[in-house]
């Protein structure tokens, strides 16, 4: 199955600065997905990335506050804008491992505090 | 409202006992997934078991699904400390939507 590699891992931002998190993934991906898990809680799906065409983003989150570039079928890139506190949480990347929806293959996750 | 609801919340045993973990849905769904989290890094996903199964085992894990009550159960057998974790129910509703993620159940298995 593939494997999927995410940068950073962590990091400590200050308050209205933004982060980029990477996902590379090494195999060709129909579709790659981006979660955020906020402290003590369970995955919310922010968005798809698609490649070629604009991300579909989830209820509750918009593209200005979350950027997503899908450049190829390998890579794909979430911002995380205008950081605030709020902000501090786990961010994975995924994709499908298998059959659509089957099951799906993380990244490691960034975790991102916010001061 | 939440579509993946486990309890308990938090369990702690003894190594060597086994550990159940619930899952209860509210939607009608394709198959439901059982994924574990170690100290906050990536999920991995451990078992699924299609709407048409009851029961599915790997190696010391046992899944039960009852659709008819909208749960599931997560068995884990003989339990070793390095089984402390996180682990999430997650469900791909018939709808098509994505898979929803349950609020975990954070399992510590003490030496």
């Known amino acids: 199955s593939a494997v999927i590699s995410q940068k950073p891992s962590r990091d400590i931002c200050q308050r209205g600065t933004s982060l980029t998190i990477q996902c590379q993934v090494d195999?060709?991906?129909?579709?790659m997905f981006w979660y955020r898990q906020q402290p003590g809680q369970s995955l919310t799906l922010i968005a798809t990335?698609?490649?070629?065409?604009?991300?579909?983003?989830e209820s509750g989150f918009v593209i200005d506050k979350f950027p997503i570039s899908r450049p190829n079928l390998t890579f794909s890139t979430l911002t995380v804008s205008n950081m605030s506190p709020e902000d501090s949480s786990i961010y994975l990347c995924?994709?499908?491992?298998?059959?659509?929806?089957?099951?799906?293959?993380f990244g490691s996750g960034t975790q991102l505090s916010v001061l | 409202s939440q579509q993946g609801e486990e309890d308990p919340q938090a369990l702690s045993i003894q190594e060597g006992e086994n550990a159940t973990m619930n899952c209860s849905y509210k939607t009608s769904i394709n198959n439901l997934q059982w994924y574990r989290q170690n100290s906050g890094r990536g999920l991995v996903h451990l078992i699924l078991i299609r709407s048409n199964e009851r029961e599915k085992h790997s190696g010391r894990l046992r899944v039960t699904l009852d659709t008819s009550k909208k749960s599931s159960s997560l068995l884990i057998t003989a339990s070793r400390a390095a089984d402390t974790a996180s682990y999430f129910c997650a469900t791909e509703e018939t709808s098509g939507s994505r898979l929803t993620f349950g609020e975990g159940t954070q399992l510590t298995v003490n030496p």
């Open positions: 990335a698609n490649q070629g065409s604009e991300a579909t983003y």
């Open positions: 995924s994709v499908d491992g298998g059959s659509a929806n089957e099951k799906l293959l």
């Open positions: 195999s060709q991906v129909t579709m």
